[in-house]
C-alpha cells in the first residue's frame, strides 16, 4: 500500500479538495488558494463543507503528511512511499517516528484515515456542492 497513492492516500484528499474548489471557486474566489491545508480551512469557513468534515479533513491531511515525511525518514529517501511489512522493523520505527504507541496504534491510524479518504467521493461528492 502506498501512502500517497493508494486508495485513501493523500492524493485522494488533494483532489478531493481540489474539486470542491473547482466546483465552488468560479463563485468565491477566497478559495482559490494553493494550500490544501488552507483551501479545507476556507471551503469550511464559506459553509461548503460540514464543520465536521472540513476538520476529519484537515486532520487526515495532516496525518498523511507527517506519515509520508516518517517514510522518507525511515526509507533515507523521498521516492519510496509503500508502507512497510506492519511485522517488519521499519513498521515499528514508523510507529516511533509518529510517536504513537506501537505498531497497533500505527496501524488502527493508517486504516482509519485511509478508510475516510478514500470514502470522501461516495459520501460528500462535489457534484452535489451547495453553500449552506
Known sequence: MNAKYSTGGLVDVEYFVQAWQITVGAADATLRVTNTREAIRRLGQGGY?????????????DFHCRLIDALRVVRGNARDLT???????????????LKLVGQTELRAEIATRMAFAGGLWATAAPATAKKS
Not at 463543507?49 to 491531511?61: F, H, M, N, V
Not at 508502507?83 to 517516528?97: H, I, K, N
Open 83 to 97: 508502507l512497510p511489512r506492519e511485522d517488519s522493523r521499519e513498521f515499528a520505527y514508523l510507529a516511533q517516528r
Open 49 to 61: 463543507l460540514r464543520p465536521e468534515l472540513a476538520g476529519s479533513l484537515i486532520d487526515t491531511y
